[in-house]
């Protein structure tokens, strides 16, 4: 008896083999399945014989001891299954025998088998950077499919009748190899623990396996370092030192001598594999295409759709809705509001949702020539650029939500510059020059607009709490220190003006909250409103990074930089975190999510995709409930921060890319500013709403990133400027049978349809062969695409009216009843 380990290919739970030569009997822990493509295969497990024809599959359980008759005139597949995977999808895997042998049985049992086994043949050959993840899913669903099918009763299993012999040592031994590789390992101390020889171990582990002990565990921490290398971006030496090598020496000695090249360059060389090219070893048989081909058409295979029976009588109200989204909306720098052409968007924002404030940060930077030098060296202001920002404003009802930033250059106390448009991240010098600029600020606001309006404005004392210097090139200790003296430089003016901190950076994985409310609570100093930056997106390799760099801020930075994601919960789970904590410190404070989106990383190529309208819709509806206010970034893709693309649809943050054309996400806030004020009823992925005789029916189908894509593989070949609907969890169309009680009379329905085919500039770009440049007529007709599809008609109710409807993943659908009153 032999023991076969199974040196698993990429890091996957799973090796296929072509016709593999298996005269002898072996065993191994996993499991095996076989399919016969054509002729005749004898296999043999334990006494049995079994003779397996043309289409055949047969399962072999983990430690049962068979063997395969091999010849030229016959073409097989095997299917080797990790042992761990099996026991994470099968419930009590180590006590269960299943019995799957097709030959003399009916087929249509077997066909959802044969063609998982064909796709999974189908991801590997293609060996793209979701391989890990599509394997899985695969697998998943092959082992469940086993389970319910297949498992079959029969008193002790094969693992007890193996745990009965000789060699229960060793499958200990492989046991905790596998559970403890990320640890020091060695055959001595493993000895001492179960009492035996060393050199008896040795000698009966070779024998058993059939290589030596260090070979296996090299092997198994091996297997598990594939995974980190292929899917995952993370430093070599920390691979090397988290799957148990003691020294990188060791670790590169080992990779080298089973794959013959070092780990990056593995690493580099699969990365840039070609996705459309067949492995050659694995398309053996038209068999296997076949089942490709007609997989779609198995009934077993189908996806179900996912069907929503809601009923909801309008009688009934859950409570307010609490518009949060729509309170603030980002534009950046506020120098951007000069521009004629954001200046157009604004004013077309306003028309279609309606926001309350916009927000800004640099009000002081240098290019708004607010603080200067005369000829004698004294300072003096000038206030013509933010009045010009400020009177535009002030036309379209819009109140500033004004962040006190940057530091004029003649102020500053060091040169520390950030973002494309070098603002001064440096703390003032002197802090009397300082003070006189904000009051003097305030005072010129009060006598141009009122104090009346400026006690309704927002004032954030600076953007954002310091990150490796950036954004504020001073201690934590100084900044603290420099909002109270700001602070209480402005409530001496008036206590009524709204005054707030920095926010805080929950991408960075670490906060600044508590130390800052604890020194602003022992200080009496005040707070009128919180706020957070709250992204999904964090950085992975800011080791890698020299954020102090003049040009950190240039055009290539960001494509330096790996960036992984946290879950679809993130905004709202750090919402509420942010609530608790300010309740032990300023209970009556407001808490603003001042910056959110799903990156701030302008150019991440799901920005333009319909996926956003999702997203915004998902997000705002469920962290909206939660805080006073939510401030989109941004407005535009006309973003000075970073440097942006000169082709249409390149990734920025914006509602609106660079040529006014409108994202399906901008329509997620179009759609929302339609819902009512009072809440019927709301639930996962749908809401409904009533104002006064109105009703409004918002439904969503929300797929959000897959595993590969969170895991930080943003930069790999996973997404490209034509191709970004790949990194989405599976999901399938939302079936939707709305019942709706309490309706009496005539309606005016109008139903709103967003989603890849209507309302989707982006997707419509891809149509036109993603030009890169727009003429005036391409950019006009896309400007029509993207506005959802609308029907209106009129129904006349009774009691109760059904709306039946189908929505694609990344789909939303609005419904409209207008009460229509007759003379």
Request: charged content about 25%; aromatic content about 16%; hydrophobic content about 35%.
């Amino acid at each position: 008896m032999n023991f076969q380990y199974i040196n698993y290919d990429y890091g996957l739970p799973i090796k296929i083999f072509v016709n593999s030569p298996r005269n002898n009997f072996h065993l191994h822990d996993g499991l095996e399945l076989i399919w016969v493509l054509d002729g005749e295969l004898f296999v043999q497990i334990e006494n049995k014989k079994i003779m397996l024809y043309n289409d055949d599959l047969l399962l072999v359980n983990s430690f049962s001891n068979h063997r395969l008759n091999t010849g030229d005139d016959h073409k097989f597949l095997v299917m080797e299954i990790e042992k761990s995977f099996c026991q994470e999808y099968i419930a009590d895997f180590n006590n269960k025998h299943f019995l799957l042998n097709s030959s003399n049985e009916k087929q249509q049992r077997y066909e959802l088998i044969r063609f998982l086994f064909s796709r999974m043949i189908d991801i590997y050959n293609k060996k793209t950077i979701e391989m890990l993840d599509n394997i899985n899913n695969n697998l998943i669903k092959m082992l469940k499919y086993i389970e319910d099918n297949f498992t079959i009763d029969q008193g002790e299993s094969q693992l007890s009748k193996f745990e009965n012999s000789k060699y229960i040592i060793i499958n200990e031994m492989i046991e905790h190899i596998k559970a403890n590789y990320m640890n020091k390992i060695t055959l001595k101390n493993i000895a001492e623990e179960k009492h035996y020889n060393t050199s008896y171990l040795s000698e009966k582990f070779k024998d058993f396996v059939g290589i030596n002990f260090k070979d296996y565990v090299d092997i198994v921490r091996l297997y598990n370092v594939m995974k980190s290398i292929l899917y995952k971006n993370e430093n070599i030496s920390d691979i090397a030192y988290n799957n148990g090598f003691s020294s990188l020496k060791s670790f590169y000695r080992a990779f080298h001598r089973y794959y013959n090249c070092t780990p990056g360059e593995y690493r580099n060389l699969y990365r840039q594999t070609n996705n459309d090219q067949d492995d050659g070893g694995l398309y053996v048989h038209r068999k296997v295409k076949t089942y490709l081909d007609q997989g779609q058409l198995i009934q077993d295979n189908k996806e179900e759709v996912l069907e929503k029976e809601i009923t909801v009588n309008i009688d009934n109200t859950s409570g307010i809705l609490k518009k949060s989204w729509q309170k603030i909306i980002n534009i950046g720098s506020v120098y951007t509001i000069l521009d004629s052409n954001v200046q157009a968007q604004i004013i077309e924002m306003q028309k279609d949702i309606g926001f309350e404030y916009l927000r800004f940060e640099g009000i002081f930077n240098d290019e708004m020539e607010v603080c200067k030098l005369d000829e004698n060296g004294d300072i003096y202001y000038n206030w013509k650029f933010v009045d010009k920002v400020f009177d535009f404003m002030f036309e379209l009802k819009l109140k500033p939500f004004v962040c006190l930033s940057f530091m004029p250059d003649v102020l500053a106390k060091t040169n520390k510059k950030v973002f494309h448009y070098r603002a001064n991240a440096s703390p003032p010098k002197k802090i009397k020059q300082w003070l006189d600029l904000v009051y003097s600020f305030f005072i010129h606001c009060i006598n141009r607009y009122g104090m009346d309006s400026i006690e309704k404005w927002y004032f954030q004392i600076w953007g954002e709490f310091s990150f490796y210097n950036l954004h504020w090139d001073g201690t934590d200790e100084e900044y603290f220190l420099f909002y109270k003296q700001t602070a209480e430089e402005i409530k001496k003016i008036s206590k009524s003006i709204k005054i707030g901190p920095a926010s805080e950076n929950y991408y960075y994985g670490y906060r600044k909250s508590r130390n800052f409310l604890q020194f602003c609570q022992e200080n009496n100093v005040p707070i009128d409103f919180y706020n957070a930056n709250i992204y999904h997106n964090r950085i992975l390799n800011e080791k890698d990074l020299d954020f102090n760099k003049a040009d950190f801020f240039d055009d290539n930075t960001l494509l330096s930089v790996w960036f992984g994601y946290s879950d679809k919960m993130h905004t709202v789970d750090t919402a509420e975190e942010t609530k608790d904590l300010l309740k032990d410190f300023y209970p009556h404070a407001e808490f603003m999510i001042v910056r959110w989106n799903m990156s701030w990383d302008v150019k991440e190529y799901v920005h333009d995709t319909a996926f956003m309208a999702t997203y915004v819709v998902d997000t705002a509806l469920k962290a909206g409930q939660k805080v006073e206010g939510m401030g989109f970034l941004s407005l535009s893709d006309v973003l000075y921060e970073w440097p942006i693309d000169e082709g249409p649809f390149f990734g920025g943050s914006g509602l609106v890319n660079t040529e006014g054309i409108k994202k399906p996400s901008y329509y997620a806030f179009w759609l929302l500013s339609k819902l009512g004020s009072t809440v019927v009823e709301q639930g996962d992925y749908y809401i409904v709403t009533k104002k006064s005789s109105d009703i409004q029916i918002l439904v969503y189908n929300y797929s959000y990133l897959n595993n590969i894509y969170m895991k930080g593989n943003s930069k790999i070949n996973q997404i490209s400027k034509k191709n970004r609907y790949k990194v989405f969890e599976r999901k399938d169309d939302m079936k939707l049978n709305l019942n709706i009680k309490g309706l009496k009379g005539k309606y005016k329905l109008r139903h709103y349809y967003l989603n890849r085919e209507d309302g989707s500039a982006f997707d419509e770009w891809v149509e036109l062969g993603c030009p890169y440049e727009l003429n005036d007529e391409e950019i006009k007709y896309l400007k029509i695409k993207s506005y959802p599809k609308m029907k209106i008609e009129r129904v006349d109710c009774e009691k109760e009216y059904t709306v039946k409807t189908e929505i694609p993943v990344h789909g939303i659908e609005l419904i409209v009843l207008n009460k229509i009153y007759e003379i």
